[in-house]
């Protein structure tokens, strides 16, 4: 805010966060519009793999289909979660480190658990314990629900950036 000597926004962030965080978003212009549209793509995508493929494979969907499928999953899901997300997971972190959390760090914190979780249950599969093995032997992955999140948070951030724009904000 303009003559706070830079001490924050008023919203328990620093100044200097939010404006990193409003240039990446680039708010009311191609920005917000880019990374929604990229990341629907990317979950519509990642949605068809979780959903739609172990239906069509039927017995066949083997537990080394379900691995390939898990991690053409993670390969789809890190760009909508790291570079999607990033300006909410910035604001998140921000907003958690100055203990005022907001709606940013539902979101960050919602998306980053489910995304972490999904890599450990990818990468290190046999750590886990056998409550959280599925059907076939692997552990459940959550990259739908972090792609989702962050879509659905990216459409509202876009859906505000029109409004104000009509209103002449």
């Known amino acids: 805010m303009p003559g ?6 008023g919203k328990g962030r620093p ?18 519009c880019v990374r929604f549209w990229v990341s629907l793509v990317l979950t519509v995508l990642v ?3 979780a959903v739609v493929v172990p239906q069509l494979g039927g017995h066949v969907y083997s537990p080394a289909t379900q691995l390939w499928g898990a991690a053409a999953q993670l390969v789809l899901a890190t760009p909508v979660v790291l570079w999607g997300g990033w300006p909410h997971l910035l604001r998140g972190w921000a907003a958690a480190k100055n ?5 940013y760090t539902l979101i960050g914190f919602a998306a980053g658990i489910a ?15 056998e409550a959280f093995r599925g059907a076939h032997g692997r552990p459940t992955v959550y990259f739908t629900a972090a792609t989702m999140i962050v879509t659905f948070a990216l ?7 029109w409004r104000s724009r009509r209103a002449g904000a």
């Open 47 to 49: 949605i068809a793999l």
């Open 115 to 129: 995304y972490a979780y999904s890599i450990a249950a990818v990468l290190w599969a046999e750590v886990l314990p």
């Open 4 to 9: 706070d000597g830079g001490a924050g926004t």
């Open 15 to 32: 100044a200097e966060v939010e404006a990193k965080a409003d240039a990446m978003t680039d708010r009311g212009t191609v920005g917000v």
């Open 155 to 161: 459409l509202g951030e876009l859906l505000g950036s």
């Open 99 to 103: 203990g005022s959390p907001d709606r």
